[in-house]
């Protein structure tokens, strides 16, 4: 009888589900976006009343849509967007306010008083990640502040701290299970990633009650079940989304690496079961708890992605459909000097600027719709070039190849010069939803679906390779325009 695992991928702008069977076949996907809020500029926020609704919603379209028994359903793998903050009530579950996104900016003075304090160094040896208000740490002091009563509930135990898997894994056994893994743990800014455990330190740094937060757990073992039609269904798997798509993509040994062309866009490597400390502004951080041990990665992690190009579309009208995006890109032979900085919330690695706003340059009397278009595409795959070079010079190690994933990983033009101006070759697997798919192998594995590892990396197959073509004289001379762009848009919002 064919096993099937269910996998929910709780996005920064949709909701997912998809059911893989063993053969990772997909057999049915259902998708449902959700409200972005923007109260104030450089704010970013999600009900997390509609983040349950839609994601609850898609997994049950998914499974009436699948016509599948519920008793063949092995086990539900969950994935989500990291760093996102969410407090509710204890007892009622009802969140306390708003869930303040990754991408928000509303605590770099909070961050800046842990620097001002010298709590830097330690923050980096500790948890691997950079002062930022990209992490969680500062979102939850943030939150304590601005509620009613809120430090006084906190320390009662009457409030809860959760990343979003958390959040949908209290919601899905009913308020029974609070847990997090230690993929998305070490995202928070509190979690040793050595000890593995929350840091008393910086709790007392921020004045966090360790009794809000939730227990650290592997990233696959069965943590609890949800009622599904009946049916107790084992929720078996958990990581943050882009430790997902690594696992996904069968990163598996030190050395392989990934980047998925999301929202944001997020390059990480294996680097083992040894944490590999960036001297070139890339985070070290934890790649997935498996089999009572856990690997880690180095990270580097563009805020703006594939969002510069839904503000294209949205905000700017310049077409209709993301998809479009290649055509127009291709319609001019080059940018006609143009630079986009998509620096909307900032600038993450390698420049972690909290202050840096977006910016387009060289602009001209002939400078055409395409042209910004163009430019927008490729500043995607500028900062990921960046990134590649920091992780280079990190580990003294050329990366020959990157595999690519995410809903951008379809465009030829962006693969295409991904690889030109990296310098590598970029490989696309057959499958691209390998964030849903990592979620899905965790579970798979603690349900006995997969039985190993080397059984999972047979199934990984190559769909198209993009060899790089640009001479190295032209890619110098377009990374030192783009440099000279980035240095134009740091600091602006200070």
């Not at 929202?263 to 960036?278: A, H, I, K, V, Y």
């Not at 089999?291 to 905000?315: C, N, P, T």
């Not at 900085?341 to 340059?361: E, K, S």
Request: charged residues 20%; contains cysteine; negative net charge.
């Amino acid at each position: 009888m064919s096993k099937y695992v269910l996998s929910l991928d709780q996005g920064t702008t949709s909701s997912r589900a998809i059911l893989f069977d063993q053969q990772q076949n997909i057999i049915a996907v259902s998708q449902k976006e959700f409200t972005q809020f923007y109260p104030q500029e450089g704010w970013v926020e999600h009900n997390p009343m509609e983040i349950w609704s839609s994601q609850y919603a898609v997994m049950m379209e998914v499974v009436a849509q699948s016509g599948i028994d519920v008793h063949d359903l092995a086990a539900i793998g969950i994935t989500n967007q990291r760093e996102t903050t969410i407090v509710w009530d204890a007892a009622t579950g009802a969140p306390v306010c708003n869930a303040i996104v990754w991408q928000c900016r509303r605590t770099a003075d909070l961050v800046d008083g842990l620097v001002e304090r010298g709590l830097s160094g330690y923050i980096k040896e500790k948890t691997g990640l950079l002062p930022d208000a990209y992490f969680s740490a500062t979102k939850i002091r943030w939150i304590l502040d601005h509620i009613e009563d809120g430090q006084r509930r906190a320390e009662a135990g009457e409030l809860r701290f959760g990343t979003v898997d958390s959040w949908l894994v209290w919601k899905l056994t009913g308020g029974r299970v609070h847990v997090t893994d230690v993929t998305n743990a070490s995202r928070t800014m509190l979690y040793d990633i050595h000890a593995l455990d929350w840091d008393d330190t910086l709790l007392q740094a921020l004045n966090i009650p360790r009794c809000m937060l939730p227990r650290v757990r592997s990233s696959s073992e069965v943590y609890g079940y949800t009622d599904i039609l009946g049916v107790d269904v084992p929720i078996a798997g958990i990581a943050g989304d882009q430790q997902a798509a690594l696992f996904g993509q069968t990163c598996f040994e030190a050395g392989d690496a990934k980047n998925t062309y999301g929202t944001g866009c997020f390059l990480l490597m294996n680097t083992g079961e040894t944490p590999t400390e960036s001297e070139n502004g890339l985070v070290t951080t934890i790649a997935i708890g498996l089999d009572g041990k856990v690997q880690y990665a180095l990270e580097g992690s563009v805020f703006v992605g594939g969002a510069v190009i839904q503000w294209l579309r949205d905000e700017m009208r310049f077409f209709n459909d993301s998809r479009d995006a290649e055509y127009y890109a291709q319609k001019v032979p080059d940018n006609g000097g143009v630079y986009l900085v998509p620096a909307f919330t900032g600038l993450g690695a390698p420049n972690w600027d909290m202050y840096a706003r977006g910016t387009i340059v060289g602009i001209t009397r002939g400078t055409r719709r395409e042209h910004i278009i163009r430019a927008a595409q490729e500043s995607i795959a500028y900062q990921v070039a960046d990134l590649v070079r920091a992780m280079e010079a990190d580990t003294g190690l050329k990366l020959r190849s990157l595999k690519a994933d995410g809903g951008a990983s379809r465009d030829r033009f962006l693969m295409q010069f991904q690889a030109d101006i990296s310098d590598c070759i970029v490989r696309r697997p057959a499958i691209r939803e390998t964030t849903a798919l990592g979620a899905a192998y965790l579970a798979g594995l603690a349900t006995g679906v997969w039985s190993s590892r080397d059984e999972i990396k047979q199934l990984w197959e190559c769909e198209m390779i993009y060899q790089p073509q640009m001479e190295a004289q032209e890619r110098e001379r377009l990374l030192s325009s783009w440099h000279k762009a980035v240095g134009r848009s740091l600091g602006w919002a200070k």
